[in-house]
């Protein structure tokens, strides 16, 4: 198999990234979707955009924080 494969691999078995992703990615997704689309929970206005735009930026925010967590993360040392 392929390093890097091999690598993402291994980084998908451990809880510690997975803990990193979710410390760091999870409340700045959150802190996004209380600035972006705030307003638009606030004054009632949800639609599917709003509902989408709130669900996707903790998803692409701890993706982020996964693939930084991953790098980080040093060769066999799995939890």
Excluded: E, H, Y
């Excluded at 809880?15 to 997704?29: D, E, H, K, N, Y």
């Excluded at 606030?42 to 701890?62: D, E, M, Q, R």
């Excluded at 993706?63 to 993360?73: D, K, Q, V």
């Amino acid at each position: 198999m392929n390093r890097t494969v091999s690598s993402f691999c291994d980084a998908l078995r451990d809880s510690v990234v997975w803990s990193r992703t979710l410390r760091i990615g999870l409340p700045v997704g959150l802190v996004q979707v209380c600035i972006n689309q705030g307003d638009a929970w606030l004054a009632c206005a949800v639609t599917i955009g709003v509902v989408a735009k709130s669900l996707l930026s903790p998803v692409v925010s701890c993706a982020i924080a996964f693939s930084a967590a991953a790098g980080a993360r040093r060769p066999g040392s799995s939890a």
